[in-house]
């Protein structure tokens, strides 16, 4: 009997040792796999979220914008792609080829904090207000991925934000909203047209990267994607962009290709409300107006990453 019980009081410290080592090991895995960030309780099931291979922060956010005139950008061509925002009649493009290098640019029009996010993988383009329940906030990029799309991360609090659900999935903010604001994703030469005396994004980051080039190669005329989406949908080429449009609860996606066919204006209606929708096929971009002409924030994106994240969307055909 006692040798008995002095191999329980052996053994059984050993096994909890053992346990402790295991689980351990399991913690500071999960932690890596998910740089660090805690999905406990997240709105999005873990499975689904995706290293995107850098590390939190890997991908830096640019904290300290600096603007120059246009007709500094010396750097920039007609054709180039850029995020336009215009607030409180304060104008600035943020270069396309600048974001595939940040993804996220935090910014002040005025006292106004806001964040322009990008996300080269599902080509979407967001601005959101980062006043949060009264508090200026500022972003990072998570290194983490949900349908393809990037996960922000706010700094006050370490929560993660889905870009293209515009909220919280987990952490201290789980479950708030980001309030849209409405960007024009369009060529530099369109842009400067319509809002003359706008500023650009200086490519004087204080970053070493070439901003000259793309990192992703021919990746938004592929119909390969780098990561696994909930779903695909393959109505269309998956990286044929879209206009996609969330009203009153209820959503609908513009391909350019529908409009392409359309003379624009062209007037439609979601929700009970009456919209109307302007494309410029040459600048193959996009607004949507309420039905006193003010612009309705929408979201400019690949066929594929508003399909998965809103697959019953409405989809605008043409020949209806």
Known sequence: MKKTTLGRLIVYPVILIVISIVFKDQLVSTLTQYNGFDLSGSLIDSNEIHHGGPAKDGIPAI?????????????????????????????????????NYHEIVNDFFLKKAVVMTYCPLCGSGVAYSANIEGTNTTFGVSGLLYNSDVLLYDRETNSLWSQLLSKAISGERKGVELAML????????????HYPDTVVLSDKTGFDRDYSRTPYGNYDK????????????????????VLGLKLSGKTK????????????????????KEITITFDAKNRTGKILDINQNEIPVVTSFWFAWMAFYPASEVFKASD
């Open 63 to 99: 904290d300290k914008p600096v603007f120059i005139t246009a007709e500094q950008a010396d750097y920039l061509l007609n054709d180039d792609h850029v995020l336009g925002l215009s607030i409180n009649g304060i104008s600035r493009a943020y270069p396309i080829k600048i974001l």
């Open 182 to 193: 409405p960007v024009n994703h369009t060529t530099w030469q369109d842009w400067k047209k």
């Open 222 to 241: 592929s119909q390969s994607l780098y990561f696994p989406v909930s779903q695909l949908n393959k109505d269309y080429h998956p990286k044929e962009y």
């Open 253 to 272: 996606v513009y391909p350019f290709a529908e409009l392409s066919k359309m003379t624009s204006p062209y007037k439609d209606s979601l929700a009970g």
